[in-house]
């Protein structure tokens, strides 16, 4: 079976998931959306595809799945519409920044019994999910502590961050997914500090762009996780899992495995700065995963409970600094 | 001038400041003190000095200093005793485990203007004296987050936990000690979690042996700690600080520089294993710091303060696990 | 300009390349041939070309260029073939396994002005590249000493060993042009020792295994290149360049960054094994810039003079081997 | 038994032994003989051992072992006398810089049964030690090639350089010894090439600064070594070995484990510049090794017939320089 898609929105990540699955053997990449038409073009032209409405693209019977892109507000009543046509559905983090909307959303995907699947790329990092592998066959035995530190080069503009959520449901988000994915068992209770360090604007909106949090499991597992919005050596992408047998991690990519020696000492290069260069296969894995998972009819690797659970946590975090305590999963879950 | 030293106590820790006095340029060990007549003839005859008892040392006009290597409840006492007879006194940390009474000691301390060193050894380190070289040489920039982990290679028997006031006070009190001097700023607020995993005894003794720490400065630096008192590869000893213009870090110690390749892959040893191994340098310079500021009349470069606040840092975390909430340093200080 | 493409041979080389062009912007792949008509239908309709025989391609105006990935002692009379013709040529190495017949046949490339490219992959490696981009920035300063370690991970079957002209002109004729590219002035002598060490039939073959070779230039800069056809760990490629100002390296490239630390120590995974993988990136940026260099109708970055001179050491270093003597390449050049 | 001890030489490297003999349970150091009056009562004070001429330690019941650390050309002769009067002796390689003298010398230590210890300190450093091990241990299989990168930060003066023999005597010298102790069978034959790069003064002696060698043994087992009179880096000492399962490294040792990342990329510091420094162990290994030997009786870890092999090697490198051509062990040493 080829799976037969179409792209809502051509943004950056709508791109970047054109060129997926224009790469990947069973996918085909019948329409592309997006309101500015320039955008819609240039991905249209690329990958010789056609240039729909997203209404034309819900009326299309030549469309098996479609992957959402468009901006975080439109998410869930996309999720919801697609669903109830019977569309496989891959959306971008988040599908709200509403514990509760997300719910709804989630409950309609249920009954439809639609497949959807929430894109957490770091799933599907080769080095990360070298560390999963390694987890579940058991070379560190019993999972304890999982590290996460997780730095962005720089922060994204004033206007983004307004509309981002916050630093815990933009960018810890992925953090907390990778958490859970990693301790293998649900978080209990999560608390958290966070500073305004790195730009005073980022205070002024009401946001963080220094955060560590500690999240715990009913048994007493925990995840750490440090994160800033400036690194200026490149994008700092570290986890590493500690359990009863012994550790294992996941180191960061440089620029180049390039070393200079002189009078100074020995230099590297930085590490790759953007998200992109990163986690290039990870996006190429993920979309393949999808892929996989609709023309096999299977469970997908990240599922919409993903996309809330990571939400959860992000308000639990949010709650913890705002009140200095504790906050337990089921306060936010309700 | 030469610094004539008594040791009181000739245990593990005594017997390495016997070592390295004995290895000084400008000091002297005159005499050893301890109830075990064993210990203290191997001292003896080891470095050629004399057999005293503690009331003898204390009556000595042949010794200008004394290290106190005692067992922990004896250390206010003989500080206070050797503060009030006008000698130069390097204790081990910590110098109680109470708060109240180790301010107490101080004030005869301040009262009396005896010199007096807390051992915190790893500020004698090699390579974190680097670290902190490179911190205040700016290299980093403004300092935003410290980043410590440190991990026992295995759990002290029962016996000794029993007595050690639990882990923040016995092994994280370490850490606390390195974040401030790293943090450049007190700490005035701390979150901690704690979890028995790597052996249920631990918990019966209502200790934890495993936990993590975010300490946070009045200006929101943070820090974090991670402990756990197993680690099978070895004595994992990592800290990082994370500034404005980058991040330094000191790697671990391995038993080896070999790498050895096969079809299984690439190998290296396990990390040193014991801590007298993994900081024989630092016992040897935190010494050397004692003596020339004995020598010079200058302050010492870990104080009674800097005892005291590692404590307070200790007792917050506590309280912050028993409590599930933020603890701030001035509840604990009163 | 569109580069049109014909690639001769659908082996695994050309197959390669056929990826390559199809993924490039400003080229396209044309027709594809092979005897085996199984391969060439292969390559057809992944990449939707033609398939035809080499004559209807030598006959075909809408060719503009050709990928020469024949059995290599077709490469000679190819070139000239297609040379005469006014197609651009890229060729895989070796042009020929003697030194007489290279010759003759890059007269022929003169006298008919044809644009010629000989396939050295590793000059394309994103981290050779920055290496070499370092060198030329002048980091190290003068080049004093290039260094190569280069084992392949396993010997290739007898029957291909028999037709390869021995290790030197197969598998360290890569490392003489790196050498050569590295070094930045020709080299004037060769020394070399050579082994049958990790099978004996590759000795009854009159081969050697283990090869180890000093390269001279008149200013007296040396190089050497240390082989083996064995490397149980994977595909071992290093190099390095020490200059009078400093060093400068590019190291090996793991399966993953992974690192498992237990009782046992530190364990990292093999080394890419499969030359195809580690210099994936090498071939599309190889092939790239040969359809720059066509298009702009610029010089090629390899030459058939390139070719030439690679095959000349590896004459040389044979000799030496089997004199026990320093050989001059004028000796091999004439 | 504790083996006394009187050091010929109170210049740097007997001032080393003088360090290491001094901290050496089971030895005592019990005179030191300088012609300079100075240079001796710098070590008599330091250690509180006497100072007496040569001919008073040759007369000296007192004295059980000598370590000789005089120049060069009294090596030989100071070992013929200590041998006949039945002392242990420690000598600092080289013996001589004449294959004809040491063989003379290493007779007359034969006929009096002396026990006789070169210097090669290189072998008892700890990380070269573990690589040995795991040789020993069959961790690589059977030895295929050992692979030597030993660089000098910088020249020694020229008045050193004239009365050293030349670098394959006084630099090479180590690697060589190195190479046999690793390849695990005697070397048959050498080739290699020399270069003045680093300082024309260097060639207006008669001597190189920048050098490699092949050594192949009978069984076809080679060492490649390269060495440099200068690497701005710091002291750069790498050795390999291969073998048919795997390969087996010692890195370098940097100035500290600090990783500094900022805009540029990652910094590390230089090596360890001084060969006190990066060999300090070593030389308390190699002293202590020598005391075991003599206190047991048995023999000693490096013999008088290394120390005249490695000579030989480098007689045979600098006729293989001279000469182009391959060189045999067997033609230098008769």
Redesign the interface.
């Known amino acids: 079976m080829t799976v037969r898609f179409a792209i809502l929105g051509a943004g950056r990540i709508g791109q970047t998931h054109a060129r997926a699955i224009a790469a990947t053997a069973g996918a085909k990449l019948v329409a592309i959306a997006d309101p500015v038409a320039a955008a819609a073009q240039k991905v249209g032209k690329s990958y010789g595809c056609d240039i729909r409405t997203i209404d034309e693209i819900a009326a299309s019977a030549d469309v098996d799945a479609v992957a959402i892109c468009t901006p975080t507000d439109t998410h869930a009543d996309l999720i919801e519409q697609f669903a109830r046509l019977g569309k496989s559905i891959f959306c971008e983090k988040p599908v709200d920044l509403s514990v509760a909307r997300v719910s709804r959303c989630l409950e309609v995907v249920e009954q439809t019994g639609a497949t959807l699947m929430v894109g957490f790329n770091r799933r599907f990092d080769?080095?990360f999910m070298?560390?999963k592998a390694?987890v579940d066959a058991g070379?560190?035995g019993?999972v304890?502590?999982v590290?996460i530190?997780s730095?962005d080069p720089g922060a994204p503009p004033a206007d983004y961050i307004k509309r981002s959520g916050g630093i815990f449901r933009d960018m810890t988000i992925h953090d907390f997914d990778v958490a859970r994915w990693l301790l293998g068992e649900e978080v209990h209770?999560v608390?958290?500090?966070g500073?305004?360090?790195?730009d005073p604007e980022i205070g002024k909106l009401d946001d963080y762009d220094?955060v560590?949090v500690?999240l715990?499991t009913a048994s007493?597992?925990?995840a750490?996780i440090?994160n800033?919005r400036?690194?200026?050596?490149?994008y700092?992408q570290r986890i590493e899992v500690?359990g009863?047998?012994?550790?294992?991690?996941?180191?960061?990519?440089?620029?180049?495995?390039?070393?200079?020696?002189?009078?100074?000492?020995?230099?590297?290069?930085?590490l790759l700065n953007f998200f992109m260069q990163r986690y290039s296969a990870a996006y190429g894995n993920e979309i393949a995963a999808f892929i996989a998972a609709v023309a096999d009819g299977g469970e997908t690797p990240t599922t919409g409970r993903d996309g809330l659970m990571a939400l959860v946590l992000a308000e639990a975090a949010l709650a913890s600094v705002k009140q200095?305590?504790?906050v337990l999963v089921s306060e936010i879950l309700g």
């Open positions: 080769p080095d070298a560390v390694a070379k560190v019993d304890e502590m590290t530190i730095r209770s608390m958290a500090a500073s305004v360090l790195t220094s560590n500690i715990q007493g597992r925990q750490i440090s800033s400036r690194a200026t050596y490149g700092d500690l009863s047998k012994g550790m294992v991690a996941a180191g960061n990519t440089h620029e180049s495995t390039l070393e200079l020696a002189d009078a100074k000492g020995y230099a590297r290069p930085p200095g305590r504790s």
